[in-house]
């Protein structure tokens, strides 16, 4: 007789209370690993996301006037109660979005890292003070003090791939400024991002300050995103979800944290043992699905046999298989996000590129598959594969390369690999990108470092400080002596 398991309903939080939706509508979570059924969230109705915002609202005045040394105490709770939740959240971000247990509790304690530097360096927030007689016709006694005030409610929208981090790396940073938070989790990670903010009631967040809503994006996002009462969105996603998003939200502040095609650049004279090391974890760790991820190889031809060999030898030692496993690469998100890296593959094969490493397919799982000779023709030169699949494409020189990502729709960023560091300065200097990384993979960490993309990559900066200032506005006091 087979046993049926019982799926829980995990409820949003409205005003400190855990409730299910009226309707009773919810939506399903599913495993990637195998399909089941991980738990499920509530639909929220338009009522109860209406709601859930002027609640949000009602309360951010009082949480505004409290004392910054207060708010700070609150993060360094919360920092701890998410570390004494580290293996349950762990296991929920390792069963919803398919990353390897160890892998999973890791997010949770770079979280709490983030959460706790935050608490510390939101304390650090300052205004200025201006004298009139710089300007002409104006006095000394003319004085401006430039307050640095939250703008009110935040809106924080977070994606599947860091169902934690990516969701706390926002909503601490507007916390700590004295904003309040609607914050509406990926629905894949949605349970995870619930736990995160469980560990948060438990560190003694006062009623309303942050409030949940669960559903569709497709559903809920234009009502929330619209919402008179919201004062500022952040949000970390795909491209088109954030030029939507941009469209949609009007006269308020909108950060973005969107796709991107991180090139690595290998010159002649790199390290290209180090460089493959780099490009292969830069490129496949959690099977290409990272924001940062190394999307395409520009290598100058003299070396390309030697780097593709390099290359090959160390995707040969990757695992592969379940999340449950001890593997590198495991399932993709879900199958339709599978079929479109396979319809990049497919793509670029019909259109003459060699397949050097052939990756498995088994539904969504994907072993990682190296192709060599990428040409610009090929919708895997520029599109995001978000998955496991690394292209290289052959430059004759450096110049050639700083071309090619100057036509690069996105722009988050880039790594360079040459022992020539003036050189990798000057092309550097070149790259229209948000970050540069010499001789080492793409990737946002160290948190507190401004992270940002240019053209379809974002608007906006996060990274711990620059996060905490893109949660301030300015309010000017004129003293007129
Ligand atoms: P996504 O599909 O754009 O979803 C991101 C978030 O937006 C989810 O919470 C989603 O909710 C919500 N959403 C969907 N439609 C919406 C709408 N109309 N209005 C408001 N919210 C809406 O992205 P994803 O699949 O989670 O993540 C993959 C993409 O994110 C990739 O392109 C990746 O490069 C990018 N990413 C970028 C960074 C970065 O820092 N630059 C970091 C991580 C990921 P539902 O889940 O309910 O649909
Ligand atoms: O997916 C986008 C994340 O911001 C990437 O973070 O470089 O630490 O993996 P990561």
Same mark, same amino acid.
């Given at each position: 007789m087979s046993v049926q398991k019982e799926v829980k309903i995990h409820p949003y939080l409205y005003n400190n209370e855990w409730k299910s939706s009226d309707t009773g509508n919810t939506v399903q979570i599913i495993s990637p690993d195998d399909g089941s059924v991980v738990g499920e969230v509530p639909a929220m109705s338009q009522d109860e996301v209406n709601r859930a915002v002027d609640k949000?609202?009602?309360?951010?005045?009082?949480?505004?006037?409290?004392?910054?040394?207060?708010?700070?105490? =609150? !993060?360094?709770?919360?920092?701890?109660?998410?570390?004494?939740?580290?293996?349950?959240?762990?296991?929920?971000?390792?069963?919803?979005?398919?990353?390897? !247990?160890?892998?999973?509790?890791?997010?949770?304690?770079?979280?709490?890292? =983030?959460?706790?530097?935050?608490?510390?360096?939101? !304390?650090?927030?300052?205004?200025?003070?201006?004298?009139?007689?710089?300007?002409?016709?104006?006095?000394?006694?003319?004085?401006?003090?430039?307050?640095?005030?939250?703008?009110?409610?935040? =809106?924080?929208?977070?994606?599947?791939?860091?169902?934690?981090?990516l969701a706390a790396s926002k909503i601490a940073p507007a916390l700590i400024t004295g904003n309040t938070v609607v914050f509406k989790p990926a629905t894949q990670g949605a349970i995870s991002g619930l736990l995160m903010i469980k560990a948060l009631v438990n560190a003694g967040l006062p009623e309303g300050v942050v409030n949940v809503v669960t559903g569709r994006g497709s559903v809920i996002g234009d009502l929330i995103v619209t919402h008179p009462k919201v004062n500022m969105i952040t949000f970390t996603g795909g491209t088109a979800t954030g030029q939507h998003i941009a469209k949609k939200a009007s006269m308020i502040p909108v950060v973005l944290e969107l796709g991107g095609k991180d090139p690595a650049i290998v010159l002649e004279d790199a390290d290209l043992d180090k460089a493959a090391k780099e490009i292969v974890s830069g490129s496949l760790s959690y099977s290409g699905q990272r924001c940062t991820a190394i999307k395409r190889v520009m290598v100058i031809d003299k070396v390309a046999d030697e780097l593709v060999e390099k290359i090959k030898a160390n995707i040969a030692k990757l695992k592969v298989g379940k999340s449950t496993e001890d593997v590198d690469i495991t399932p993709m998100i879900d199958q339709k996000s599978a079929d479109y890296v396979i319809s990049l593959i497919d793509d670029a094969v019909e259109k003459g590129a060699t397949i050097v490493t052939k990756g498995i397919v088994d539904g969504n799982l994907l072993g990682p598959t190296l192709l060599d000779n990428v040409t610009e023709d090929m919708r895997i030169a520029w599109e995001e594969q978000f998955g496991p699949v690394l292209p290289i494409m052959r430059v004759s020189n450096e110049l050639e390369a700083i071309d090619l990502e100057k036509r690069n729709e996105y722009g988050l960023q880039a790594s360079i690999f040459t022992k020539n560091l003036e050189g990798a300065f000057i092309i550097a200097d070149r790259l229209d990108v948000g970050t540069v990384q010499v001789n080492g993979k793409t990737s946002r960490g160290p948190d507190h470092f401004p992270f940002l993309g240019v053209k379809n990559s974002g608007q906006g900066v996060q990274g711990i400080g620059r996060s905490i200032d893109s949660m301030l506005r300015d309010k000017v006091l004129v003293l007129n002596l």
């Amino acid at each position: 007789m087979s046993v049926q398991k019982e799926v829980k309903i995990h409820p949003y939080l409205y005003n400190n209370e855990w409730k299910s939706s009226d309707t009773g509508n919810t939506v399903q979570i599913i495993s990637p690993d195998d399909g089941s059924v991980v738990g499920e969230v509530p639909a929220m109705s338009q009522d109860e996301v209406n709601r859930a915002v002027d609640k949000t609202a009602d309360v951010q005045e009082n949480w505004a006037a409290t004392d910054g040394h207060e708010r700070s105490g =609150l !993060l360094h709770k919360w920092a701890e109660e998410l570390e004494k939740m580290t293996d349950e959240i762990g296991e929920m971000i390792h069963l919803e979005v398919g990353k390897t !247990l160890s892998a999973s509790k890791s997010e949770v304690k770079r979280t709490a890292q =983030l959460i706790r530097h935050t608490a510390e360096e939101g !304390l650090r927030t300052h205004g200025s003070f201006i004298q009139g007689d710089a300007f002409p016709g104006a006095s000394k006694q003319t004085k401006a003090m430039v307050q640095k005030v939250p703008h009110g409610v935040v =809106l924080a929208i977070s994606p599947f791939n860091y169902p934690v981090n990516l969701a706390a790396s926002k909503i601490a940073p507007a916390l700590i400024t004295g904003n309040t938070v609607v914050f509406k989790p990926a629905t894949q990670g949605a349970i995870s991002g619930l736990l995160m903010i469980k560990a948060l009631v438990n560190a003694g967040l006062p009623e309303g300050v942050v409030n949940v809503v669960t559903g569709r994006g497709s559903v809920i996002g234009d009502l929330i995103v619209t919402h008179p009462k919201v004062n500022m969105i952040t949000f970390t996603g795909g491209t088109a979800t954030g030029q939507h998003i941009a469209k949609k939200a009007s006269m308020i502040p909108v950060v973005l944290e969107l796709g991107g095609k991180d090139p690595a650049i290998v010159l002649e004279d790199a390290d290209l043992d180090k460089a493959a090391k780099e490009i292969v974890s830069g490129s496949l760790s959690y099977s290409g699905q990272r924001c940062t991820a190394i999307k395409r190889v520009m290598v100058i031809d003299k070396v390309a046999d030697e780097l593709v060999e390099k290359i090959k030898a160390n995707i040969a030692k990757l695992k592969v298989g379940k999340s449950t496993e001890d593997v590198d690469i495991t399932p993709m998100i879900d199958q339709k996000s599978a079929d479109y890296v396979i319809s990049l593959i497919d793509d670029a094969v019909e259109k003459g590129a060699t397949i050097v490493t052939k990756g498995i397919v088994d539904g969504n799982l994907l072993g990682p598959t190296l192709l060599d000779n990428v040409t610009e023709d090929m919708r895997i030169a520029w599109e995001e594969q978000f998955g496991p699949v690394l292209p290289i494409m052959r430059v004759s020189n450096e110049l050639e390369a700083i071309d090619l990502e100057k036509r690069n729709e996105y722009g988050l960023q880039a790594s360079i690999f040459t022992k020539n560091l003036e050189g990798a300065f000057i092309i550097a200097d070149r790259l229209d990108v948000g970050t540069v990384q010499v001789n080492g993979k793409t990737s946002r960490g160290p948190d507190h470092f401004p992270f940002l993309g240019v053209k379809n990559s974002g608007q906006g900066v996060q990274g711990i400080g620059r996060s905490i200032d893109s949660m301030l506005r300015d309010k000017v006091l004129v003293l007129n002596l």
